[in-house]
């Protein structure tokens, strides 16, 4: 008899984004850009670790954006209005001694046929024929100081070009106008987002269901890159923050050499890449599994400011209005629990809260463009996804605070997209709750 099937015998078809986008995005700067202008956007180099080995090579996040093309040695070149072809990819060329230690590369002919270039030429050939392709152009929009190498590659075309009649007279800062592109996030780039929360609920549910005391930071961060790895995610985010008792207090700690002891609390920050979209969590909990009277007196203060906060996320708001009511709830909390009091409140409240309340996310972690406009800080916009993540961070030796609190360090941080009506938490479903923690936490499940 055959079985009738389920959900769970279809395979996962991952979430990607299209060749037909990247075409829309370089379709928009090609448009704004007009004829009369050269946009050059350089790949990433490759970074080497120490002598002869290498980084794991990921994109530069404009060039991925633009081109989707995971390589390096390459070279986009846009030119608005040019009938052979707009979009010029330089690349690598077929090399069989390099594939057979590497494996296979686009090469040309995948440069045109799977990633949608008009035109590739051979990276090794970029100085002779690209300055050829900027002649009567004298807009050239390139962004410099990113990739130093290339330049002064642009630099020493731009000066061979100088003697020509219509030479290049004018080079526009890119970076303002792809970032600002990248603000706004479309369906597809939202589902690549999603699915890297997904696999840091998993990441962050195996640690800590793995918790207890004597176990070192270490262990619990390779409890959470063995998930991502297991789930096929080779990659996270940014370095991961396990940070317990008073390391918990820096919010950049990422030495994850202490030990988790009984009665501490444990900050975890971390977050996947997938398709080079970001996900950025951070989740605290008792080590033991249960909050002492202080503690759970701050965790809850602090998860209280944080559904404050994204209470303030809609279109139309001001960008600095979840970090100004985090702040508030922040602030009066702490004074209602006795651990500020009213001489050097403000300074005492700039060093327990000294952290952003969130931040742009997207292809990077901290995600590009601008959190003013014209001097005023910017109303959010539908499509926009960003972190939400107060904290506290009370060091062992602030005097000016009780005891009994001190050595506390918390953040609960979010993923959250703006919607026409208000804000999506992608990451809600990763336990914050008091009881839910307390559940979790020590289970082994």
Same mark, same amino acid.
């Given at each position: ?83 052979? #072809? =707009? &979009?010029?990819? !330089? ?7 390099? *594939? $057979?230690? /590497?494996?296979?590369? +686009? ?37 410099? #100081? =990113? &990739?130093?190498? !290339? ?7 731009? *000066? $061979?070009? /100088?003697?020509?009649? +219509? ?51 270490? *262990? ?226």
């Amino acid at each position: 008899m055959r079985r009738a099937s389920s959900s769970t015998d279809r395979p996962v078809r991952e979430p990607v984004i299209e060749r037909r986008e990247y075409a829309r995005r370089r379709r928009r700067l090609l448009e704004d850009a007009g004829e009369g202008c050269a946009i050059i956007v350089p790949a990433a180099p490759v970074v080497h670790r120490n002598r002869d080995i290498e980084y794991p090579y990921r994109p530069g996040s404009d060039f991925f954006y633009l081109t989707g093309f995971p390589e390096p040695d390459a070279a986009a070149l846009l030119l608005p209005g040019r009938g052979a #072809g =707009e &979009y010029l990819l !330089f690349c690598r060329e077929h090399d069989p001694h390099e *594939e $057979r230690m /590497r494996g296979p590369s +686009a090469g040309l002919e995948g440069a045109c046929g799977r990633y949608g270039a008009d035109d590739a030429f051979p990276i090794d050939d970029v100085d002779e024929i690209l300055p050829r392709l900027l002649e009567d152009r004298p807009h050239i929009w390139y962004s410099m #100081g =990113e &990739y130093p190498a !290339f330049d002064a590659q642009v630099l020493g075309w731009l *000066e $061979r070009l /100088r003697s020509r009649p +219509a030479d290049p007279s004018e080079l526009v800062d890119l970076h303002p106008r792809v970032h600002e592109m990248r603000l706004y996030k479309s369906r597809a780039e939202v589902r690549m987002i999603r699915r890297a929360v997904e696999l840091t609920e998993r990441a962050h549910r195996r640690a800590m269901a793995a918790c207890r005391p004597g176990l070192a930071e270490y *262990e619990v961060e390779a409890e959470i890159l063995y998930e991502l790895h297991r789930t096929g995610c080779r990659t996270l985010a940014y370095p991961c923050i396990v940070a317990a008792g008073a390391n918990a207090c820096r919010p950049h700690y990422t030495a994850n050499s202490g030990t988790l002891r009984e009665g501490d609390l444990v900050l975890v920050d971390a977050g996947a890449e997938y398709g080079c979209y970001a996900a950025d969590v951070s989740r605290t909990w008792p080590v033991a599994g249960r909050f002492s009277a202080p503690q759970r007196a701050l965790y809850e203060l602090v998860l209280e400011a944080q559904r404050a906060a994204i209470d303030e996320v809609r279109p139309g708001r001001s960008w600095q209005a979840p970090h100004a009511e985090a702040a508030r709830v922040l602030a009066e909390g702490l004074a209602g629990h006795g651990v500020i009091g009213g001489e050097g409140r403000e300074d005492l409240m700039g060093r327990l809260c000294a952290y952003p309340t969130g931040h742009w996310l997207g292809l990077d972690v901290h995600d590009v463009s601008d959190y003013r406009v014209d001097g005023e800080p910017r109303e959010l916009e539908a499509g926009m996804v960003m972190t939400i993540e107060p904290g506290l961070y009370i060091d062992p030796a602030e005097l000016a605070v009780p005891s009994p609190w001190r050595g506390i360090g918390i953040r609960i941080e979010d993923v959250v997209l703006v919607t026409p009506n208000g804000a999506e938490v992608l990451s809600s479903s990763i336990p914050k709750s008091v009881e839910d923690l307390e559940g979790i936490v020590g289970s082994g499940a």
